[in-house]
């Protein structure tokens, strides 16, 4: 193993019982205390890339398999006096070590672990300047302890980010329209590109769209601002004073993209740097998107409206939390995401079974038709006592 | 209690800082770890007087003075999970009364669920014989 150097511990107790650690040559090994008699107390080292430390610090595997499935197959068992400095060390197959040295199933870290190169504000605002683009992080709270995040919600987050910022370059040019597509020009300008990934807890970066030219223009600065200036507005009690400046398309792009954070059961923080000038960061805590939500829909009046209905239960999906509700009078379907205080009367119900559910109904517009059609949010169910 | 503090007497060769400020006297309930039942001196032998390596830092060095206490016996178990060299140890329960020595809490802290979050280094003052507190119990 050579000369160790402890890493990293996980447990202490009496010192280091559960520990990484690397050696001159830079391995890496996972140390365990696995017994002791009157004389001597018991390590045994596991081998392990710093990936697959990185996998057992995060949770993802447990910690026993670390032990028994070493990457070469082989662990080092040290033998320390207790009263003396000798030592033994043994390598031995991990095959061949009891079973009691093993910790249980079921144990596992589940410590922080970025998995992606830490966020830098400032280094990130330097190679905004030096690209001559606009870049902006868009940090959520991930559900995993590594720099990971599902990919369905990622990329509907993302698309309702650019959609968003769309609709809000059509209020920094006046040019508001509530149907049909948004205007070429527009987009032209607005076009966003994934532009990487940091550890912050989970942020994703975008930036301005690659064009042949060597300044920017100023809108998808000013698009972003919107979006930040609406984030702010949360937390200073401006929000319904500055929704009241947004078209009902705009409205409608920032609800969608409150309601995805309210899904995820996560704030937002966005970090604007562009080529020039100062960059700016705003944060919104999980209680102000559910605030900032309230007042979305207020401001949207009649487009969203509260209805009961009363049908089938056709599908219920617990890990995406969606419904699908038939009402057989009207022979019409109602399908969608349910609300966070919904989400426990969901459980246990009966596929087949009739209940009476309170539904919130949203005009949404297509992103390229620009047609209207209506998005359902399960607020409440409960059993029909006919059925 | 900044009187009890300032009053105690440490064993001889502690570092200087150490215990840290923020180690505090308490009258609490404790779980240690042992071999013997009843409790024997083995069981009672601080890091820094067994065969360790160096310290890092100060702090670090400064634990090596002191011995681990869980104040939530949930923590055993878990402790126990973890850690195989545990499971065949057994568990004593002990009442630590201020004039017994300092605490801190040091624990384990994980993202979703906190675990052996009750963990304690317990500086044990000069002359009390910590082993006298504890008695083996089933949990």
């Known amino acids: 193993m050579g000369r160790l150097t402890i890493n990293e511990i996980y447990v202490r107790y009496d010192g280091p019982r559960l520990f990484s650690c690397v050696n001159e040559s830079g391995g890496y090994f996972l140390g365990l205390f696995v017994e002791e008699d009157d004389n001597d107390e018991v390590f045994v080292f596991a081998p392990a890339s710093s990936d697959r430390l990185n996998a057992v610090r995060s949770g993802q595997m447990p910690l026993r398999h670390a032990f028994e499935a070493p990457l070469d197959g082989g662990v080092f068992v040290v033998r320390s006096s207790k009263t003396g400095l000798e030592t033994s060390t043994e390598r031995r197959r991990a095959g061949d070590i009891p079973t009691d040295w093993l910790p249980d199933a079921a144990a596992r870290l589940n410590l922080e672990t970025p998995t992606a190169a830490p966020l830098d504000v400032e280094q990130l605002e330097a190679e905004a300047r030096s690209i001559g683009r606009t870049i902006a992080v868009f940090e959520l709270d991930g559900p995993w302890t590594t720099t990971e995040f599902p990919l369905r919600p990622l990329g509907e987050v993302m698309r309702t980010i650019q959609d968003s910022i769309d609709s809000f370059a059509q209020v920094v040019t006046n040019n508001q329209t509530n149907r049909g597509a948004i205007q070429r020009e527009i987009l032209d300008e607005t076009e966003l590109t994934f532009y990487g990934q940091r550890a912050a807890s989970f942020a994703f970066l975008v930036a301005s769209a690659p064009r042949d030219r060597l300044f920017e223009s100023d809108l998808v600065k000013r698009s972003l601002s919107e979006l930040t200036t609406l984030i702010d507005a949360a937390s200073s009690g401006t929000l319904e004073e500055t929704l009241g400046r947004l078209h009902p398309r705009a409205l409608s792009k920032y609800r969608d993209l409150l309601e995805q954070l309210d899904d995820l059961e996560s704030g937002l923080t966005a970090i604007v740097s562009p080529p020039t000038g100062q960059g700016t960061r705003s944060t919104l805590t999980l209680d102000g998107v559910r605030d900032s939500l309230e007042l979305v829909r207020s401001s949207l009046g009649p487009d969203v409206e509260q209805v009961t209905i009363e049908g089938q239960l056709i599908g219920v999906n617990a890990r995406t939390w969606s419904f699908e509700l038939l009402d057989e009078r009207a022979d019409r379907r109602y399908s969608g995401k349910t609300v966070d205080r919904a989400r426990a009367q969901l459980l246990g119900l009966t596929i087949g079974h009739r209940y009476r559910a309170q539904l919130l109904s949203e005009t949404e517009l297509l992103p390229v038709t620009g047609e209207i059609h209506h998005k359902y949010r399960l607020v409440e169910i409960a059993p029909l006592h006919s059925s | ?139």
């Open chain 2, 1 to 139: 209690m900044a009187e009890v503090v300032s009053s105690y007497r440490w064993p001889e060769g502690i570092p200087p800082g150490c215990p840290p400020p923020d180690a505090q006297p308490a009258a609490i309930d404790a779980y240690r770890l042992v071999s013997k039942d009843p409790p024997s001196d083995t069981d009672f032998v601080r890091p820094i007087d067994k065969p360790h390596e160096p310290a890092e830092t100060a702090e670090e060095e400064c634990s090596l003075y002191a011995l681990s206490v869980f104040t939530d016996p949930a923590d055993v178990d878990l402790a126990q999970q973890f850690i195989p060299g545990f499971k065949k140890k057994l568990v004593a329960l002990g009442h630590i009364e201020p004039e017994h020595g300092v605490l801190r809490l040091v624990p384990l802290s994980l993202k979703d669920r906190p675990i052996l979050h009750s963990h304690r280094d317990w500086w044990v003052t000069h002359g009390f014989d910590a082993k006298t507190t504890f008695a083996v119990v089933t949990l």
